[in-house]
């Protein structure tokens, strides 16, 4: 079977090794598009593919079109936002991906972006601490609860609201349970995003939340754009002028919001949260793993479409 590791934003080259290891060690051939940089490259391809690894790169109906062998899909990560799921399933391609492998690497960022926020980006004024201070994490996946883990490590107070996740999950893990979303805003300094972008949560947090947080509030964004309101993002940031928005994933206004509010906002150029070795060495070799398996035995553990 004939693997396409197609990546817009290409793995750590250690990755592509041990990927190479487990794809080729079972017999399959790999194929490598990497740092491509348009769509027909994509599209020519997955032309001959079997089986593709992805990371936030988009599969929609014309590449599924285009991939006329294709049977499975892995996205090495978490969100699969950038895949059209019905359509993978009319094309009777199986869709996974590799949950929790890049948690770390993201939470880890949550804590970077946070202390650049309250050490005023570096700038040599005197900033704050985050020891004490009260987290609050929206959505506890695998994400959230790695963000717990290290906050614990700073001494921070942590609370959680999650629908999904039963009380006792968050108790174990030392965190408080929060149930209305409110208070999650109005009682937190920090809040850290850890929502999935769904048609649900676009643009689910604006004006209203952003508002809620306390004097210095730091909301602190490395999930998806799209789960903000970027107009209310904005007006909150000018109405409030305590209040910084730290962000792994670029706005669509960044620049705007750079221009008017300078050092209270931070961008990342390209989504970096799981750009490390680790994490790509991780979700990288849990895809090709699960490809493997696929292949040998149907088996898809962690399928998301139907
Ligand atoms: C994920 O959903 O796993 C993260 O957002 C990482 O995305 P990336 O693989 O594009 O860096």
Redesign the pocket.
Known sequence: MKVLVA?E?PFAPVAIEGIREVIEGAGHELQLLEKYSSRSQLLDAVATADALII???KVDDEVLDAAKQLKIVV????????VDLTAASAHGVCVE??PG???NA?AELVFGMAVMAVRNMLDGTSGSELRGKRLGIHAFGQVGRNVARIAKGFEMQVSALDPYCPDQAMADAGVAPIHDIKELYSQNKFVSLHI?ATPETRASVGYDLITLLPKGGVLIN???KEVIDEEGLAKALRERTDIKYVA??KPDCADALKAEFGSRVLFTPK?????TAE?NIN?GIAAARQIVEFFATGAAPFRVNK
Do not use: F, I
């Open positions: 990546t934003k990371r936030s790169d996205r090495a990560g978490a969100g699969y936002d950038n991906n590799t492998q890049n948690s993201v999935p490395t999930a998806r792994d994933v989504k970096m949260g799981a750009q994490a979700a």
